[in-house]
Each structure stands twice: as C-alpha cells, then as structure tokens.
C-alpha cells in the first residue's frame, strides 16, 4: 500500500509524534521538513549526542541529553515514546514495561504512556522528588526527605514501603517488587517473592546500588563485588567469577549488566536475542541499562549504543541520517535512501527487513511491503529482502531495466522503461495476474492484495481483490495524472486536480469532501485518503480511530504527501540558517545567547556551529555574520 510521489522525494516515518527533520547545507540550508501524525506502535529518533543519562523500558530507550531534554525510541503502543512538548530541565529518567518518568530539575515528576494500572497518576501532594525508578507497571520515587512514596500496580504490595526504612539513597522495581539502598548500606526488598527475589541474603553486608529484573535482584556491594538472587532460571544470578571490581549493575528482565572499573562491560544470563553479546569495540562506558531484552550503554563520548532484541526498533537509534533523498515504511519498520545512495532501514526486524544486503549499491528508489523492502538501484536494476515466504523478494531473472518499483502487503510490484509491468509474491487474489497487453504504464501502486496501473494514455488498469469493488474502474472516470491505492479502496487524481475514489468505504475513505478544491497530489492509507491541494494545504478523510485526520493546525505549507496503515506523514521545504539557534526565524541576540551559554568543550552540541569540538569565539562569529532574518 504504498503511495508513489513525484517527484520521488517522499516519506512514511513510523512516529505518532509531529517531528520534524532539517536537512541542513551551510551557511543557509533548503531542507526537506517531515511531519507526521495518527498511530503508530514504534518510533525512532535519531541525532541524539551529549547525552548524560539512559534508561531502559521494555522495549523502549529513554536518554537524556546535557541541555535537559528527552528523546525516547522503540515501542510506542502506548504513547511511551511521546516526550510531552513542553518538558524540559530534565535531570533523570526511568522507563516501566510501557510507560516513561522524568524526574525535573525542580524536584516535580511528569510521567506517560501505559496508565492502566495509574503507573502515571503522579500523587497531587508528592512533593520535591530527588529520584524515580520504574517497576513493571509501578513507579517509584525518593523524596527529599529520603523517604519512599509508590504508586500504579499494587497486586503484590510492591506500592507499600515498609516502615523503617531510614534514609533511602536508591531504589529500582522489578515486575511486581521493590528494592532500596539505605544511607547505611542496608538494602530493603518488598512485593512478589515467589522466587525468592525478596529474601536479601543474609550475608550480604553494605551495598551501594541495586537493581531488578522480572523476578531476580542484584546489588552491587561496596566492596566492588556483586550479589544476586532470586529466579535463575536464565543463569542471571550466576555472577561470572572473574567479574573483577564493578562500578554500576543494571538488570533485564532476565540478565544482567555489570560496568567495571576499567570502563569496559560484562554480560550474562538470558541471551536469546544477543542482550548479552557486547559489541566489540564498544570503548569506554559510563553508565549501562538493561531493557527486557536489550541492553544500552552510556559511552564517555555521550552517545549511546544499544544491542540485543530489535523487534521494534529499540536498539536502533539512526546515527545522524544526514541528507536523505526519501523514505518508505512498511508496517512496522522504515528504509530510507541517503544522498549518497546507500539504504539504511530500522524498526521491527522478525524478517530481516532491516538487514540491508552487503553491496547493495547506488540506489535511486525504495519501497516496502508489509515487512519486505524493494531497492530500485542506479542501473535499474531490483533488489529485495525481508519476508519472502509468498516469493515477494524473488526478483525474476529477465525483468529488465526498472524505472519504479512498490511493494502490497506480500506482493511487489515493478514498472519497466519500456512501460511493461511486471509482479510477484502471494498471487492468491489475483494481484501478480497482469493483465496480458497492459502496456504503455506510466506508474503502479499496490494496495493490500490488489494493483494499480496507470497508462500514458491516462487510462486506469486494475486488477487483484476486488471484494469491496476496489478493481471497478468507474466507466467515466476521465484522464488520470495520478493512482494510489489503500488497503481495499483505489484513488485518482485527474488531469483537471479532481479526485475520484473506489472501492471500501466503511469509514467513508471514498467519499471525497465536496469543497475540495484543486488537488495536485493523492495518497493513502489502510482506510483513509489524502489529498494536497495547490495551496500547499492538506485534506484528510475516512478512519480516524488513530487521529489520522486531525491535521496538526501549524502544518503549514506542504509538498508531497504518504499514507502509513494508520498515520500520515507530509513532506515539506524549509529554509533554515544553521546559526538560528531557537528557530525564531531570525538570527538574533537569542542565538548569541545560546552559543555563550555552553562556551566551553562541548563536541557534539548544537552550538558548535563549525564543529571544532568546542563552542568558542568561531561559533560566535558564524552567528554574528549571519544577524538578521533567515532566508
């Protein structure tokens, strides 16, 4: 169901929040600015630098950078990736199974995502907080006082800090448990204790950090050496002999992180998906997290590297994308094209489609089926990879020289230059039967199982699923400039900038707005359509079960449009001047102020306009040569 834009610079990101995505040449950029709104179970963000905290959801990555905000990556079922727009001065973070805390610089806690147990119902009198963990469905917070308050999930008790504690200095949660480290050492454990994950050894002596998993504990004890106990079924409380003197313990759900003194990493217990196969060359490291199944590290450098499960993409924070030419999405995973031509893919990987072949070569055009993606390379020649138990990434021998490529949900589908089509993958609707003769095609969609050609003469060919009427071509239809196709409707646009739509309308996906105006682009989505109209302006109609026709009202102008299965992303061209700072527009006393507030070494900040690894009197002066309006 992918939609084809010219020209090809378009983009379907998997992220439930309006992001926006500069491409940036010097000393004044034209980039491509991406938005994105409606559902989506995962999201990704990338250029995250500087930072000075991770934390580890279950399958979510929080960081924090060094100038107070938060970036979040991974699953987002639950909004656990959508930081609040308004939160800043940030000094920690914790991740629970679906739901992320920030505890700010003045001691109050915001708290999202998964709320079904009130994990995010953040007590009215709490007061000023000084540290937050997160148990599965349960957060946690230290007072100033050092005293515990817990609220969410409470089954097992784990909400109830026992009277006595004494001054508490740390705490973490496991699934359904508690634990604390006192300002004397004494480490305290209260929830589910079926495994034994409650009964501190007796011989544990003084501690000075813990942490928890699904069912186990671990402390790291003052002398350097760790302890563990509870479920072992994984070998998680097996610590390796040879552990040597350990700085900070984090815990997975069912292994365990240690950072040495040296700087370097050791893991152990469940190790299905890799969480304990530390990178090689990972270099020196400050702090470590475990998620459910993978693990992060804090590099010295402030930049995290995370590894183990990927399924959705939360092990997988892009480096700094640079320019990229365009993007696809399939259901749950991204590919984008970078201005060099090389593909680079994230988000859910149970197929591979994330795996981009070695060598692929220069490519012009991607496009992705449900979980398979279709590379178009510079001599027009195909290549595909990901799921392939239909043939869907069997690209026939004899295809020819390829000018356009899309993918259905198990099917894909490729235009030739001498405008013959050819498809394959799961025929079992039709969808790969081109029509014998079609000939003369100018451009092709593919909808869930049905196919969309668009013929030199402007006439429409359709063919595939045609159970909701997807495939009638009206007899009246007219000259055709554009197709797209849904999950069971069909949409054109004409010559004369109507639109014309087919097929299932249970959510009203067919019936186009009677003032549409002028249209100069179609697109869609599993049960909704688009339309960009000639003033840049963006009409969305159909399902909205996920938000997807609530146009965000600072859209502004755009350029091209995409249809995810339930979400909307636009395309538009910016003009930005790197040293307009806080993006007011204009490059002022603002900017000044910022770059004089992080003088000083500071690679990788934002204010390092000439990226000398330090903000100084160059980035000053790139700022002042610039003063006045932005092109």
Known sequence: MMSFLRPPLFARLLTKLIMVAFIAFSPVAVGQSVS??????????????????????????????????VGCWGDNT?????????????????????????????????????????????????????????????????????TVVAWGRNLYLQCNAPAGLGTVVQIAGGSNHTISVSSNGTVACWGFNFYGQCNIPADLGTATQVAAGEAHSIALKSDGTVACWGDNSK???????????????????????????????????????????????????????????????????????????????????????????????????????????????????????????????????????????????????????????????????????????????????????????????????????????LGGVTQVAGGSSHTIALKSNGSVVCWGRNVDGQCNVPANLGTAAQVAAGGSHTMVLQTDGTVVCWGYQGSGQCIVPANIGTVTQVAAGNSYTMALRDNGTVVVWGSNLYSQCDIPADLGS????????????????????????????????????????????????????????????????????DFGPCP
């Not at 995250?48 to 107070?68: E, K, Q």
């Not at 656990?80 to 973070?93: D, I, M």
């Open 36 to 69: 994105a709104w409606g559902y989506t179970g995962y999201s990704n963000i990338d250029n995250l630098s500087s930072l000075t905290w991770v934390a580890g959801g279950y399958t979510h990555t929080i960081a924090l950078r060094s100038n107070g905000t």
């Open 78 to 146: 639950y909004g656990q990736c959508n930081v609040p727009a308004n939160l800043s001065t940030v000094t920690q973070v914790a991740g629970g199974f679906a739901h992320t805390v920030a505890l700010k610089a003045d001691g109050t806690v915001a708290c999202w995502g998964d709320n079904a147990q009130g994990q995010c119902n953040v007590p009215a009198d709490l007061g000023t907080v000084t540290q937050v963990a997160c148990g599965k469905y349960h957060t946690i917070a230290i007072k100033l006082d050092g």
């Open 235 to 437: 070998g998680q409380c097996n610590v390796p002999a040879d552990l040597g003197t350990v700085t900070q313990v984090a815990a997975g759900d069912y292994h365990n992180v240690a950072l040495k003194s040296n700087g370097s990493v050791v893991c152990w217990g469940r190790n299905t998906s890799g969480q304990c196969n530390v990178p090689a060359g990972l270099g020196s490291v400050i702090q470590v997290v475990g998620g459910g199944s993978h693990t992060t590290a804090l590099k010295s450098n402030g930049v995290s590297q995370s590894w183990g499960a990927n399924s959705v993409g939360q092990s997988d924070v892009p480096a700094d994308l640079g320019t990229v030419a365009q993007v696809d999405g399939g259901s749950t995973h991204t590919v984008a094209i970078k201005a060099n031509g090389a593909v680079t893919c994230w988000g859910y990987n149970n197929y591979g489609q994330c795996n981009v072949p070695a060598n692929l070569g220069t490519v012009t055009q991607v496009a992705a089926g449900d979980n398979h993606n279709i590379a178009l390379k510079s001599d027009g020649t195909v290549a595909c990879w990901g799921r392939n138990d239909y043939g869907q990434c069997n690209v026939p021998a004899n295809l020819g020289t390829v000018t356009q490529v899309d993918g259905g949900s198990l099917h894909t589908i490729a235009l030739t230059s001498d405008g013959t089509v050819a498809c394959w993958g799961d025929n079992s609707q039709g969808q790969c039967n081109v029509p014998a003769n």
């Open 558 to 625: 755009v350029s091209h449009i995409v249809g995810g299965v339930n979400h909307v992303i636009t395309l538009k061209f910016t003009a930005q001047c790197p040293t307009d700072l806080d993006g007011s527009g204009e490059v002022d006393g603002g900017d000044l102020g910022l770059v004089l507030l992080d003088f000083g070494p500071c690679d990788g900040c934002p204010t390092d306009l000439d990226g000398s690894g330090e903000v100084d009197g160059g980035d000053l002066g790139l700022v002042l040569l």
